[in-house]
């Protein structure tokens, strides 16, 4: 089996639909139940096996960067790289590549909650070319539609409109690369939507051959999009 130590976690980004909760913090320093979005994530990486994190930093890095130092009070290796252009989520994974040097790694949205134990399975990484987590019953036109066949994903198609296909498979905004993702990543084009989108590199993959593996999180999941997201999860504290 191989085990993935490594993980990097997308926390530039303001969150503009937060309001005046993100005037002087990255939106993934939101506090949700007593702590920050971020240490929830990295608390569960660590608690599934990983040693080191990369955080992507941008809007007020420097909050972030004070609370996790170097990682070792969260019992790991924490660094940090900033994401000047805000291009699109395709791009911003190539900054993971000297992060990476070859070896797979789990990557997350700084802004998804999930239980520790929904990173169990991604750690895994045997015989796959990649992971991704889904969430069945989800609005796949806020995000993407994963579709999905005997487990292998075999397509992806970001924000789908009215005549597009669909499917029941949303896109749950975690994922596990070997470092393969930065071939396809390079050879990006910019999407309808004007950014470099990330979904378009899975889908080229798979397009490719290459094995992704849908995986279905069982348990409770939160895009904290938005202030009506956060208080039904603080509520429930």
Same mark, same amino acid.
């Given at each position: 089996?191989? /085990?993935?130590?490594?993980?990097?976690?997308?926390?530039?980004?303001?969150?503009?639909?937060?309001?005046?909760?993100?005037?002087?913090?990255?939106?993934?320093?939101?506090?949700?139940?007593?702590?920050?979005?971020?240490?929830?994530?990295?608390?569960?990486?660590?608690?599934?096996?990983?040693?080191?994190?990369?955080?992507?930093?941008?809007?007020?890095?420097?909050?972030?960067?004070?609370?996790?130092?170097?990682?070792?009070?969260?019992?790991?290796?924490?660094?940090?790289?900033? /994401?000047?252009? /805000?291009?699109?989520?395709?791009?911003?994974?190539?900054?993971?590549?000297?992060?990476?040097?070859?070896?797979?790694?789990?990557?997350?949205?700084?802004?998804?909650? &999930?239980?520790?134990?929904?990173?169990?399975?991604?750690?895994?990484?045997?015989?796959?070319?990649?992971?991704?987590?889904?969430?069945?019953?989800?609005? &796949?036109?806020?995000?993407?539609?994963?579709?999905?066949?005997?487990?292998?994903?075999?397509?992806?198609?970001?924000?789908?409109?009215?005549?597009?296909?669909?499917?029941?498979?949303?896109?749950?905004?975690?994922?596990?690369?070997?470092?393969?993702?930065?071939?396809?990543?390079?050879?990006?084009?910019?999407?309808?939507?004007?950014?470099?989108?990330?979904?378009?590199?899975?889908?080229? /993959?798979?397009?490719?051959?290459?094995?992704?593996?849908? &995986?279905?999180?069982?348990?409770?999941?939160?895009?904290?999009?938005?202030?009506?997201?956060?208080?039904?999860?603080?509520?429930?504290?």
């Amino acid at each position: 089996m191989s /085990q993935l130590k490594k993980a990097s976690i997308l926390a530039a980004g303001k969150g503009t639909r937060m309001r005046e909760l993100t005037d002087d913090i990255p939106k993934p320093m939101i506090e949700v139940k007593g702590a920050p979005i971020l240490e929830h994530i990295v608390r569960g990486l660590v608690s599934n096996g990983i040693e080191k994190i990369l955080i992507i930093v941008g809007y007020r890095k420097e909050v972030i960067t004070d609370y996790f130092g170097d990682g070792s009070k969260f019992g790991c290796e924490i660094s940090y790289v900033e /994401q000047v252009v /805000q291009d699109g989520t395709g791009r911003v994974v190539d900054l993971v590549k000297d992060f990476s040097n070859g070896d797979p790694f789990i990557l997350s949205y700084g802004d998804i909650l &999930v239980p520790e134990e929904s990173y169990a399975p991604l750690v895994d990484f045997t015989d796959v070319d990649g992971k991704l987590t889904v969430k069945i019953d989800e609005d &796949v036109r806020k995000g993407g539609a994963v579709f999905i066949e005997n487990g292998m994903v075999t397509d992806l198609i970001e924000k789908p409109k009215e005549g597009q296909p669909t499917s029941p498979y949303y896109n749950a905004g975690i994922y596990a690369f070997s470092a393969q993702i930065f071939d396809y990543t390079a050879k990006l084009e910019l999407s309808p939507r004007g950014e470099y989108e990330l979904t378009d590199a899975i889908a080229a /993959q798979v397009k490719d051959g290459l094995r992704v593996e849908a &995986v279905e999180l069982k348990g409770d999941w939160a895009d904290i999009r938005d202030p009506e997201v956060l208080d039904e999860l603080n509520a429930e504290s």
